[in-house]
């Protein structure tokens, strides 16, 4: 594999995952068995006992350069389902304040001896930096990094839409808001295309598009009514309240007007269309309460899935691990 | 006394000034070059070698003083000499930066000291580079600055920017424009495009070059300032600066070298060593510049040299800082450009002698006539070598080419007849 393909990184000899960095350049196949093994690790949420033995005396680190509550929460349930030692490091007040370089932290880490670092940070590239130079049995997830890939939500979301719509290949998927700036939004594109979704489609104002995005494999609306027209699904996208202070929108009340997911907007879509969100939500920013709360909504399905979506993640990039380790 | 005589024999000569390409001979008496042949003069075989004005840099960061932890002249002009290149034109961005005459000496001492005397400071437009007050221009060129230049640092308002440019005018001091709107490029690391929504990357639109460049010109047209574009990396800045000269403004532009040859598709895999100001640009901008050298706009190709220690590269692409170390292999990238047939050998050489040497008035470089300087290059455009960080004459360990085999090696370099 040539160091230019994204995959020379996160893929062992033989096509196996060893580090989860970006959906790009992942194959159909692979994508859907994450999200069959995730398929196996749902009902061990549902046990008396909520543990499987697959990484047990394994030490994950959750290296979050970023804050975070809930993503960085559900790898550490899944990394203790697997039954694996879980530390959490919340490295944005600790050492890099202290002028410390990221591979300075890095190495001082990997002094001790661990099998696992996932990573969130706030520089798009993160991840693959580290997974370049960790030392080799170390596997390295990306929990996202900058505006770039936030993979393992995307994979999750993926989950999200084949339990309840089966399978992708008719399904017009629409994604809403601010996508200029979301990781969550470029590994969802990635993966709702590899996946082979019918059509992929873009809602937001031009200031909130990333340059070029028609080349994303996508099609793009500037206004709900015909954007949701006939949609199966709804992804809503947080909106940041920054983006009122570097004039990319004038206020929260006329983006809510234009695009904030009301009942009313989403009668446009299927009957049966669904309705997500990665979260956080902005109620009465970018979704209507009613909506978030609604039948339709799979906001807090997500979240239980993602704990399943971790669980084969983690699980099968430290098998690629151990699988590439030479004897 | 008589002065050394050095005759050139059997290399084939390129010197664009004079339309000569071709198998001739070459005369040096002592620090010129001379039509007559000296019969005890020492003898070069120049055979299977390119013999050419040394080349001229317009834009070289010697990193001196201040930044010796990154490069130092004595470091940095011995790559230039490695690559070729026989007069420099350094940037201001030194700490302090060249706004004092007192660092104007300093630099062009340390020039001397390392044997290297035709370096060429640009001195700083406004005090600390800070856009605010104007620095001594008139001192500033008369202890040896040969141009002024604000690099991408914005002045405060366009107010601040007509008043230097109207002073600078009154004295004709030539003004070194590097075209960037602070605002439309903020916090960007990568041209603003595909590869920069795939990759998550700030990016820098085009626009913040054209909209800089177009008031600059329109500022230039108005107080007559004799100017010069550095670096420019986009097709619509070519157009602009087409259309300038076209209406009888007398600017010139030169491109930055890792422009010509890179594209930001290059950036896949976050691979800092591509992270450069300006950012590297479409294949159609790429195109463009190249139509822009062969169309005569573009008269000059720049290192835009610019070396880092490593940390300085060791981190996520938008946290590293943004520079190549060109100088040692720009004579080979160029080559390539040769090679692929999307520029002649000629056109390539005119770009490193005749069309700088015009750029900043140096009458005897980048020529090869009579009483011209010695300055002279000879290299052999076939030979394969490799470049790495351990016999790099830069001490900048931020080059995409170490490791790699590069075509076309520097055999000779003469300073005033002395090589």
């Given amino acids: 594999m040539s160091k230019l393909d994204p995959n020379h990184l996160q893929l062992t000899n033989s096509g196996q995952l060893k580090h989860f960095l970006t959906i790009e350049g992942l194959s159909q196949s692979l994508l859907t068995e994450i999200l069959d093994t995730a398929e196996s690790f749902i009902s061990v949420g549902d046990r008396a006992v909520k543990t499987v033995p697959l990484l047990r005396g394994k030490t994950i680190m959750n290296l979050f350069f970023e804050a975070s509550t809930r993503t960085r929460t559900t790898f550490e349930i899944a990394a203790k389902r697997l039954s694996a030692d879980v530390i959490n490091l919340n490295i944005s007040t600790s050492a890099t304040s202290k002028g410390e370089s990221l591979l300075d932290t890095l190495q001082n880490l990997e002094a001790m001896t661990s099998d696992m670092f996932i990573v969130r940070h706030a520089n798009s590239g993160a991840a693959h930096f580290i997974a370049d130079r960790v030392t080799p049995q170390v596997a390295v997830i990306n929990a996202g990094d900058g505006r770039h890939a936030h993979p393992t939500q995307a994979m999750l979301d993926m989950m999200t839409i084949r339990r309840h719509k089966g399978d992708f290949k008719n399904l017009t998927v629409a994604i809403v808001g601010d996508i200029a700036h979301s990781r969550v939004a470029r590994s969802q594109i990635l993966a709702l295309n590899t996946l082979g979704a019918a059509e992929v489609r873009l809602i937001a104002p031009k200031t909130l598009l990333p340059a070029n995005a028609d080349a994303l494999g996508v099609n793009i609306y500037y206004d709900m009514a015909s954007g949701l027209k006939d949609v199966d699904v709804v992804i809503m996208l947080r909106l940041q309240k920054e983006r009122m202070q570097s004039a990319l929108l004038p206020s929260e009340q006329e983006f809510y007007r234009l695009y904030g997911l009301t009942e009313e907007k989403l009668a446009y879509a299927k009957p049966d269309a669904v309705v997500m969100h990665p979260g956080p939500i902005n109620r009465g920013v970018e979704i209507q309460s009613e909506v978030a709360d609604g039948e339709r909504s799979l906001i807090l399905n997500q979240v239980t899935y993602g704990i399943a979506v971790r669980m084969a993640v983690l699980s099968m990039a430290m098998s690629g691990q151990t699988e590439s380790q030479p004897n | ?419």
């Fill in chain 2, 1 to 419: 006394m008589t002065e050394k005589s050095i005759s050139i024999v059997n290399g084939h000569v390129i010197d664009p000034q004079h339309n000569i390409d071709q198998t001739t001979d070459i005369h040096i008496s002592g620090n010129t070059i001379s039509s007559a042949a000296n019969n005890n003069a020492e003898k070069i075989d120049a055979r299977d070698l390119i013999i050419t004005p040394g080349f001229i840099d317009l834009s070289v960061n010697l990193c001196e003083p201040g930044l010796t932890h990154k490069g130092s002249i004595a470091s940095e002009t011995t790559a230039a000499r490695a690559g070729g290149f026989t007069a420099l034109a350094c940037t201001p961005s030194t700490r302090p930066v060249i706004d004092s005459s007192a660092v104007v000496r300093l630099i062009k001492d340390k020039g001397e000291e390392a044997n290297f005397p035709h370096v060429y400071p640009l001195g700083a437009m406004t005090k600390q580079l800070g856009g605010e007050q104007l620095s001594e221009l008139h001192a500033l060129n008369e202890s040896g600055c040969i141009a002024v230049s604000n690099g991408r640092n914005p002045y405060k308002n366009n107010r601040v920017l007509l008043h230097a440019l109207e002073y600078a005018a009154t004295f004709n001091i030539q003004v070194f424009f590097h075209p960037q709107d602070i605002e439309l490029a903020e916090n960007g690391c990568a041209h603003e495009g595909i590869m920069s929504t795939n990759l998550g990357l700030p990016g820098i639109p085009a626009s913040a070059e054209t909209v800089a460049l177009s008031r600059d010109l329109l500022l230039v047209e108005q107080t007559g300032v004799r100017a010069h574009f550095g670096q420019i990396s986009c097709a619509k800045s070519v157009e602009l600066i087409a259309d300038a000269q076209a209406r009888g403004l007398s600017v010139t532009a030169d491109v930055a070298i890792s422009n010509l040859i890179f594209t930001d598709t290059d950036l896949a895999g976050y691979n800092s060593d591509f992270h450069v100001q300006p950012p590297l640009r479409s294949e159609a901008d790429r195109q463009a510049l190249i139509a822009g050298i062969k169309s005569g706009v573009i008269s000059a190709i720049c290192s835009n040299h610019q070396p880092h220690e490593p940390a300085a590269k060791q981190a996520p692409f938008a946290a590293t800082e943004a520079g190549i170390s060109t100088l040692e292999t720009l004579l080979p990238c160029g080559l390539t450009l040769v090679n692929k047939g999307e520029l002649s050998l000629v056109e390539f050489i005119r770009c490193l002698t005749s069309g700088p040497a015009q750029v900043l008035g140096l009458d005897k470089q980048g020529q090869l006539g009579d009483n011209a300087l010695a300055n002279i290059t000879l290299f052999n455009p076939t030979e394969g070598w490799v470049y790495n960080s351990e016999t790099s004459n830069s001490m900048g360990h931020n080059s995409p080419f170490f490791g790699r085999e590069l075509i076309g090696k520097v055999r000779h370099c003469l300073i005033d007849g002395v090589g």
